[in-house]
Structures are given as structure tokens and as C-alpha cells.
């Protein structure tokens, strides 16, 4: 049985034409048969008109209702045994199995912990020799001094204002703005017909 009802708008109108005394056995009956089917047994004739207008109006929601819940309730029962398969398929694994899935998982944990603490490695920043900056400002062409450079920083823990150096070349590159026009210094190298024959020869290790 149902546990609602619902009123038709023109039902209400009607009702509210009848004797005030009247209304309230009017709704009742409606009521009894929505909810149960029973048939109206007064002897009120504008009320039994009434009520078999409205019958049609109040069976069809009925039907409509059954309706519903039938559906709902094949749908449950659907979803229960889907539930149920699905159970059943994943009890049917073998030890083995769930344990190579639970292998294959740590190793990609593991995979994916390695490569992103190589990452973070590579990425740190690693403090130049001398050598190294020599090589780049000859790369370079330009006039800054090397030793200079590397004491420079040592001295402000290769700091940048307050922040740790990221790229000591940027920063060589920097110092190359600053001496734009300077012959080069302490590379090892003087300006001359052999320059450039000479600074290829010192790139390549010559």
C-alpha cells in the first residue's frame, strides 16, 4: 500500500464548494481509496459524485507508483547480484596473483620514489672549479676574470642577495654585461692574429 497522497488541485476546488461540514468526509473518503482502495459507503450524494470523477485521476498515480517501485526494485536486485559476481570473481583470484599485483605496485612506489629523488639530485646546484669557469668564458669570449669570479662567491657561500645560487653561468654571463669591452683576463689567452685558433684549440683541449 501506499504511504502518500496526492490531491488533485480540481478535487480541492470542488470539495471547497461543498457544506463546511461536508469537506472534511469528502477528503477522508478520498483519502480511504487512494491509499487503500476503499469505496466510499455514505450516503452523501455530491461526495460519491465526486469521488468517481476522480477515481481515473487517483488509479492512474496508483499505477504510476506500483510502477515505480517495481522498477526500483529490479534495480536493486540487479545491483545485488552484480555485487555478488563481482565478489565471487575477485575471491576466485589465486594467492599468487594478488601477491604480483602487490609486487608490481611497490615497485612502481619504489620507481617512482627513485626518479624523483634523481630529479631533485640533478637539479641541485653543484659549485663550479675555476677551470670550469675559464673554460665557459672562453666559450664565451668575453673578459671576465675567473679566479675572481670563483673567489667572489666562495666568499658569499654562492649566494645571490640571500638566495642560493641556481646557475653560476647566468651569473658569469651577468659579470660579462658588467666588462663589455674588456680584453679578456686570466684565460690564458692574448688577443692576436692566433686568438681564435687558439681558443678553439683551448675548447676542444688542444
Same mark, same amino acid.
Given at each position: 500500500m501506499k504511504d502518500n497522497v496526492i490531491i488533485n488541485r480540481n478535487f480541492a476546488k470542488a470539495v471547497s464548494k461543498l457544506?463546511?461540514?461536508?469537506r472534511g468526509e469528502a477528503y477522508e473518503a478520498y483519502i480511504a481509496y487512494a491509499l487503500d482502495g476503499e469505496e466510499y459507503t455514505g450516503d452523501d450524494f455530491a461526495i460519491a459524485a465526486l469521488l468517481e470523477a476522480f477515481k481515473s485521476f487517483i488509479d492512474e498515480n496508483n499505477d504510476k507508483y506500483h510502477a515505480r517501485c517495481e522498477r526500483a526494485k529490479k534495480l536493486n536486485e540487479s545491483r545485488s547480484e552484480q555485487c555478488r559476481d563481482d565478489i565471487d570473481t575477485k575471491s576466485s583470484q589465486s594467492r599468487d596473483e594478488v601477491a604480483c599485483v602487490s609486487v608490481s605496485d611497490s615497485v612502481y612506489v619504489l620507481k617512482e620514489k627513485d626518479s624523483k629523488e634523481s630529479k631533485k639530485k640533478s637539479s641541485a646546484f653543484r659549485r663550479p672549479t675555476v677551470?670550469?669557469? /675559464?673554460?665557459?668564458c672562453?666559450? /664565451?669570449h668575453n673578459s671576465v676574470d675567473p679566479q675572481r669570479f670563483v673567489d667572489f662567491y666562495d666568499s658569499?657561500?654562492?649566494?645571490v642577495g640571500k638566495d642560493s645560487m641556481k646557475d653560476w653561468k647566468a651569473c658569469v654571463r651577468t659579470w660579462e654585461q658588467r666588462n663589455l669591452g674588456e680584453p679578456p683576463k686570466n684565460t690564458g689567452i692574448t688577443r692576436g692574429t692566433d686568438y681564435d685558433a687558439l681558443l678553439t684549440a683551448r675548447i676542444r683541449g688542444g
Open positions: 457544506p463546511a461540514e461536508k677551470d670550469d669557469v /675559464r673554460a665557459y672562453i666559450e /664565451r658569499k657561500g654562492w649566494k
